[in-house]
């Protein structure tokens, strides 16, 4: 430290560059140096009520400055410094009030392991087998009529606003050799991609029996007419494939469903194995795992019925997770914002009690011929420096942690509207 050459007593010389020494080197420039400013035996009080006070503790800490003092501008900043120093408040910290959310994304047990995405609008294919195996009884009931109900059941349980469609096949011809080709080219959207109703709908699952062979390629490329008005960038197309058997028509629906994954429509396949054998389970599982979707296996009706009640449950926790999720990340900038508010605020506060405290004292100490009046304007000067800067500063840092808040926000709420993510 050098010392100025002003007039003044030993005494208070080495009283003021001795405080002098005990403060940062230079005054608080960045929100942080302010935050970390230790606060002064004056801060939190107020010239209103403390002013007797506040003067004795000042000329206690600091020379008198005359006519000579005042002609060194270095120490009317070092007594300038110390000046401050006393009044120094304590200042709200910002650090605390931006923390970004990540959203933790849905899971459930029905799903696969590979990365999905749902939007808002959902579409549900039911691609139902009625080939001649179909007919089959299990406990005195066919297998057609346990996976009809189990259908119906599963699609008025859908969410609100979901549009579904019916796709059969085997439903033509014989299971004779002599009808392979006629009911192999046969696939039928006999409920199209459309609203509910449970109606029509029934009476589309209801019209035919079970009689031919199993086109299971040939029905999934058709899916892609399906879906022609709902592309993937606005809708999230879902099959589920009920099958009881492995493809009999020479087809390879693995392929086909491998190519619709990578289409405009992208469709999700889910695959329903019902009574199959290990042959047949075994492509079912590829069509699933290739069209990105779930295979599940039912060998009763209860369990068919459980695996279709699953898959409600996935819908139900979904739209209950994007309504909590869509709460939560509402909440979340609403509770930052009403921070950084409270910041700004308690900021200002501080600021102009310091502000007038620094003020209005020196007004008294320039009164009673503590301080010259040149003292007296070097003073206003830096104090009105310091309290400007403080306000930009705060001002500065509020519009960057708003601007960080909103992006986080629209980012969270485009994430939960456009691309729902269901698995890590």
């Known amino acids: 430290m050098l010392f100025t050459t002003a007039c003044f007593s030993s005494d208070e010389d080495a009283n003021l560059y001795e405080t002098l020494d005990d403060l940062p080197e230079n005054e608080p420039s960045t929100l942080d140096e302010i935050t970390d400013y230790p606060s002064g035996p004056l801060a939190n009080t107020s010239y209103k009520d403390e002013m007797e006070s506040m003067i004795d503790i000042v000329k206690k800490r600091l020379p008198s400055i005359d006519e000579d003092d005042d002609t060194d501008e270095s120490y009317l900043h070092d007594w300038w410094r110390v000046y401050h120093s006393i009044f120094a408040e304590e200042y709200p910290e910002a650090d605390h009030i931006y923390e970004e959310m990540d959203i933790e994304p849905f899971h459930h047990p029905a799903l696969a392991e590979e990365e999905i995405f749902y939007k808002d609008k959902i579409n549900v294919l039911i691609v139902l087998d009625l080939s001649g195996s179909m007919k089959k009884e299990l406990d005195g009931e066919s297998m057609i009529s346990i996976a009809r109900k189990a259908v119906l059941d599963f699609i008025s349980g859908l969410p609100d606003g979901a549009n579904v469609g019916l796709r059969v096949y085997g439903h033509v011809g014989s299971g004779k050799d002599t009808d392979k080709a006629y009911s192999c080219s046969s696939s039928e959207l006999i409920y199209d991609v459309q609203p509910y109703d449970k109606k029509e709908f029934k009476g589309a699952l209801n019209k035919y029996e079970p009689t ?120 979340h900038r609403e509770d930052q914002e009403q921070g950084l508010e409270d910041f700004l605020s308690d900021w200002r506060n501080v600021n102009n009690r310091e502000r007038e405290n620094l003020f209005f004292v020196i007004n008294e100490l320039r009164n009673d011929g503590f301080i010259t009046e040149k003292a007296h304007s070097y003073f206003a000067t830096m104090r009105n420096e310091r309290t400007e800067s403080y306000e930009q500063l705060a001002k500065e840092a509020y519009y960057d942690l708003k601007g960080k808040i909103i992006n986080n926000f629209e980012e969270n709420q485009r994430i939960v509207e456009e691309k729902l993510e269901l698995n890590d």
Do not use: R
């Open 212 to 331: 031919g062979w199993t086109p299971i390629a040939y029905s999934l490329e058709q899916t892609k007419m399906d879906f022609k008005d709902y592309p993937a960038d606005e809708y999230t197309n879902l099959v589920y494939v009920v099958s009881d058997g492995i493809e009999t028509c020479d087809g390879n629906p693995v392929e086909v469903a491998e190519s619709l994954s990578d289409s405009e429509i992208h469709p999700i396949d889910n695959v329903i194995g019902y009574g199959v054998d290990k042959k047949a389970q075994k492509q079912l599982e590829e069509i699933a795992e290739v069209g990105k979707g779930i295979y599940a296996e039912a060998g009763a009706e209860d369990e068919l019925t459980n695996v279709f009640d699953e898959q409600k449950d996935l819908f139900k926790q979904w739209d209950e997770w994007k309504k909590v999720t869509s709460s939560n990340i509402k909440q």
